[in-house]
């Protein structure tokens, strides 16, 4: 071992303590045990972990006198799983300040939670799709509803008889029309273009009404106000 960082370098030939299935390593902070880790999560990913030093080299030496040099550590990545602050910094995002109430034990898990939160995020989009379909629908219902209402007091009021004036008419003349805060009539106005719509026929010659209608249609209801006309002026 060579270029790790605290730890000691050391020569193959040197004597070194020989792990056994459970081992105890503690010392005081900055005495080496990050680095010791690093080196096992070496073996866990087949790669020189990106935390250590770099130029640094190694060599594990399993119980079969199997040798794994740091240049070619693949193979172990199945037997060796590590648990420390690395893995917490990466993975459980404690410098982000999120604490989740869940943790996942693998890099493999990670990527499936990510996965899950993209497919959460998907159902809340489809969700909230849904809901403004529905109420778009539900306003499109009360605005026909409400044009039917209308177009039914334009003809009352208007006494229009058998001729149609349904909520087709209503919208066909909203649109057309332009409107504004001078096409609203007064109370004056609105009664003389009532009497001149009821009339079956033209005014006699030499009389002329002070409101020049080209069709009734020009004129409509104001949304809100059930006895109030507008025209175009």
Same mark, same amino acid.
């Given at each position: 071992?060579?270029?790790?960082?605290?730890?000691?370098?050391?020569?193959?030939?040197?004597?070194?303590?020989?792990?056994?299935?459970?081992?105890?390593?503690?010392?005081?902070?900055?005495?080496?045990?990050?680095?010791?880790?690093?080196?096992?999560?070496?073996?866990?990913?087949?790669?020189?972990?990106?935390?250590?030093?770099?130029?640094?080299?190694?060599?594990?030496?399993?119980?079969?006198?199997?040798?794994?040099?740091?240049?070619? =550590?693949?193979?172990?990545?199945?037997?060796?799983?590590?648990?420390? *602050?690395?893995?917490? +910094? /990466?993975? &459980?995002?404690? %410098?982000?300040?999120?604490?989740?109430?869940?943790?996942?034990?693998?890099?493999?898990?990670?990527?499936?939670?990510?996965? =899950?939160?993209?497919?959460?995020?998907?159902?809340?989009?489809?969700? *909230?799709?849904?809901? +403004? /379909?529905? &109420?778009?629908? %539900?306003?499109?219902?009360?605005?026909?509803?409400?044009?039917?209402?209308?177009?039914?007091?334009?003809?009352?009021?208007?006494?229009?008889?058998?001729?149609?004036?349904?909520?087709?008419?209503?919208?066909?003349?909203?649109?057309?029309?332009?409107?504004? %805060?001078?096409?609203?009539?007064?109370?004056?106005?609105?009664?003389?273009?009532?009497?001149?719509?009821?009339?079956?026929?033209?005014?006699?010659?030499?009389?002329?009404?002070?409101?020049?209608?080209?069709?009734?249609?020009?004129?409509?209801?104001?949304?809100?106000?059930?006895?109030?006309?507008?025209?175009?002026?």
């Amino acid at each position: 071992m060579t270029g790790v960082g605290i730890l000691a370098d050391k020569a193959a030939k040197d004597v070194v303590p020989v792990f056994r299935r459970s081992n105890l390593v503690y010392g005081f902070n900055g005495s080496g045990k990050s680095m010791l880790s690093r080196i096992f999560t070496s073996l866990q990913s087949g790669h020189t972990s990106a935390l250590l030093p770099e130029g640094c080299a190694f060599e594990v030496e399993m119980e079969d006198a199997t040798i794994y040099p740091s240049k070619e =550590l693949s193979g172990l990545e199945k037997s060796v799983c590590v648990f420390n *602050a690395d893995f917490i +910094a /990466e993975h &459980l995002q404690w %410098e982000k300040g999120v604490a989740k109430s869940i943790f996942y034990i693998s890099k493999e898990q990670a990527d499936v939670a990510e996965q =899950l939160l993209a497919a959460d995020h998907r159902c809340l989009c489809e969700d *909230a799709k849904k809901a +403004a /379909e529905k &109420l778009s629908k %539900e306003r499109d219902k009360t605005f026909k509803t409400y044009c039917t209402e209308r177009a039914k007091v334009v003809h009352g009021a208007l006494h229009l008889g058998s001729r149609k004036f349904e909520a087709p008419h209503l919208k066909a003349a909203c649109e057309s029309v332009p409107y504004g %805060e001078k096409s609203l009539l007064n109370a004056g106005n609105l009664n003389a273009f009532q009497n001149l719509v009821r009339l079956t026929a033209p005014p006699p010659p030499g009389r002329k009404s002070h409101l020049q209608l080209a069709a009734h249609n020009n004129f409509w209801m104001q949304p809100g106000a059930s006895s109030t006309l507008c025209r175009r002026l």
